[in-house]
């Protein structure tokens, strides 16, 4: 088995420096971050792990809860994380909440005891108590991701809510609509009011007034979003010409719902979404998406982890890191005018 004097003289750094990189409590330069790494793999390096936490009272091990481990976004984001912990040598416990305070809470309470560091994605966007949030950042340290609950002042990794918003919704106003509708997560989510707000700032900015008409919130179960989106389809006085949604669970939702009625994209209105729609190989045209940097949201939160266990104060400043989304153009955008109606669309008629 090798030791860090071996990897020392293989990498070319001091023994000090592999330590460092291994424990991750002192910051090193990027090439010797690397070189250790390189020589860990090129020696197949497995630490002693017991005894390591003996002498330093650290796991090494963290931990990651989200709020439905079956959502795409957050498989990846934990695939990120996971990526991160295993360059640094720590090992990642996945937990789901199942979208319950109740059960995140009793969670929380379990991983304090026995990780290093949490990576948390609130179940729901409530103001925590005080006793609540005094409980978690007494123990080991918690980067928020994706969403930033009110009242747990920690540090947090998202990506940019409102202009993930602005950039898709921006991108349906230069393919000429102007009646652009909008389907929504639960607005009592911070992160779905921020991306209301970029698509009302993307209106703005073309000179297009808000109709309320044209907001649609919805949710994440497909029955709510099967009533708004036949609310603004079938019972409403004038049709949108665009869809965009603010997020992938309700985005699919949506596709299904208007395929149900008898719409397609982009014959009978144009589409787009936050997050790139997972089943969207069953969809045709392909679905334009604003794509979030899943994977390098959950990479670089346990960086942000990394950092804090270097400067651990309480009162420090919190890291609030907001990550560009990038825009993918498909067929279920194209201008309006431009495509033929379908046959639904012209039975309507």
Partial sequence: MSTQKELAKYAGVSAGTVSNVISGSTPVSEASRKKVLDAIRALNYQPN?????????RTYTLGILVPDITIAFYTKVIRGAESAARDRDHFLVVLDSQGSHELEVKMLALLRQRVDGILFVTAGDYKWSAEDARQITSGPPVVCVDRRPEGLHVDSVCVDDSGAAEVGVAHLVERGHREIAIVTGP???????ERLHGYERALRKANLKTR????WSAGFEQKGIDAVCQQGMLRSAARPSALFATNGVTGLGALRSLYAMGFSTPADLAFATIDDVMTDHLFKPAITSVIQPAHEIGYRAIEVLFDRFANPKINSARAIMRLPATLVVQESSQTYSSAPPTRAAKRRK
């Fill in 49 to 57: 792990l017991i005894a390591r936490s003996l002498k330093t009272n």
């Fill in 187 to 193: 607005l009592t989510l911070r992160n779905e009011q």
């Fill in 212 to 215: 309320r008409n044209l907001i």
